[in-house]
């Protein structure tokens, strides 16, 4: 059974917004079994939504949309809905209490405009929505389904997972009249520290590592690149024994760039290996202005191991808190190995840290020269009673720059951590 997904928003073709609710939709339906073969975007436009909803009931019979639920004039989706259906709008008494409720409970009176969100195609079901005024809606005309939902991302997952998703599979199971259900399974194995094309030799032959059931798809991101593999209409068991064996294949090729699988966040890799070692870490930035003390922060628990940090944008502070020599300053530059490692080690002694980072560089778009291009970092690791250092030309613009230095330092002390360099 196959599905299409619609996104509602003049927001999301402008740029504006990312759409993130095609994301959720699609990996909630995947790992449901549910196979996703087309996704579009319209404007907030009558004629471009009841366009592409009869496209897709045409296509599949079946489509899931996003927005279009609100109570403005620009919100048609349930309006263009009934005019695919052939059927009239009716209000819903028991959602306009409900929406009177909603706003009592907050002590303010209910806008008109709001009674608009209790209009629904006649016949249709309204989904509660515990956490907004706008119901999802579903609507079945015997073979075709068209499931309408609000765009606020935190309620149309809410939406998905709670009701959508459960009554997708009992329909499923309905129309397979007791036949074996497949599923649709992905794993993530997550690498950093190698570029995409690299990474494709270590792999090799995709089909012949990983088998006939399992695709492989490159992600790469300023981070790194994912490797996600997929299992289409296989049984659960044999697709989770598939994958498992997919993720073992992927880590050997792959060595020391896996840092994890899914949606695991390399500072959070870090922070356990460094706590598993007892040790406390302690960061010097320059270039990189905070953005690795607001990685690490961001990890539940990290005051366990994280000791504290220094922005050292300007020479003086690298002079005055970090004990940045001035010979060094003068000789070598700020942006230079000797002053990288003197801020690990500076900071390392302030925060009394066995592990530390020292990081400057010139991140642009201004202050490169000809040996010292913009996007040169000097990355200076502190492991105990030893400090190693790196340089790297970056590309990309300012935030590109920052956010690679940022994630190939966070890496280098993992692998230095783990005894993988």
């Not at 897709?56 to 005019?83: F, K, W």
């Not at 989904?127 to 609000?150: F, H, Q, S």
């Not at 870090?270 to 922060?297: H, N, Q, Y």
Request: charged fraction near 25%.
């Amino acid at each position: 059974m196959d599905y299409e997904t619609l996104t509602v928003g003049t927001e999301l073709l402008l740029g504006f917004t990312v759409d993130t609710n095609a994301a959720v939709m699609g990996r909630l339906l995947a790992e449901a079994g549910l196979a996703v073969r087309r996704h579009v975007s319209v404007r907030d436009e009558a004629g471009a939504i009841r366009h592409a909803l009869r496209a897709a009931l045409e296509h599949t019979g079946s489509v899931i949309v996003s927005g279009g639920l609100g109570p403005t004039e620009d919100d048609r989706t349930a309006a263009c809905a009934a005019e695919v259906f052939g059927r009239r709008l009716v209000r819903s008494a028991d959602h306009v209490a409900r929406l009177e409720a909603w706003y009592q409970r907050r002590g303010v009176p209910m806008p008109v405009a709001n009674l608009k969100q209790a209009d629904a195609p006649e016949g249709a079901t309204l989904l509660d929505n515990p956490l907004g005024t706008a119901p999802g809606l579903w609507i079945e005309d015997g073979p075709r389904l068209a499931v309408l939902l609000p765009g606020v991302p935190k309620e149309l997952r809410g939406l998905m997972e709670q009701q959508v998703v459960p009554r997708l599979v009992e329909r499923r199971g309905r129309a397979a009249q007791g036949h074996g259900g497949t599923v649709v399974r992905s794993r993530t194995v997550r690498t950093t520290g190698i570029g995409e094309s690299a990474l494709a030799d270590l792999v090799g032959d995709a089909r012949q590592l990983l088998g006939e059931r399992v695709t492989l798809a490159y992600l790469p991101t300023l981070a790194g690149t994912d490797l996600r593999c997929t299992t289409w209409d296989l049984p659960a068991d044999e697709a989770d024994a598939a994958l498992g064996k997919a993720v073992e294949a992927l880590r050997a090729r792959a060595g020391a760039h896996v840092y994890g699988e899914g949606d695991e966040d390399l500072a959070a890799v870090l922070l356990r290996r460094l706590e598993a070692e007892g040790v406390k870490l302690a960061l010097a930035e320059s270039c990189t202005g905070g953005l690795l003390g607001a990685r690490v922060t961001a990890v539940p628990g990290s005051s366990r191991v994280f000791a504290g940090g220094v922005v050292a944008y300007d020479d003086e502070v690298k002079l005055g808190q970090l004990g940045v020599s001035a010979d060094a300053l003068a000789h070598d530059g700020a942006v230079s190995e000797a002053v990288a490692r003197q801020m690990a080690d500076g900071v390392a002694r302030g925060f009394g840290a066995e592990a530390a980072i020292g990081v400057t560089g010139i991140a642009g778009p201004d202050g490169g020269t000809a040996e010292k291009p913009v996007g040169t970092v000097w990355i200076a690791i502190r492991w105990r009673d030893r400090t190693r250092a790196f340089t790297f030309v970056f590309p990309g613009d300012r935030d590109d720059v920052r956010q690679r230095a940022a994630q190939w330092a966070l890496d280098r002390l993992r692998r230095i951590a783990s005894g993988l360099t």
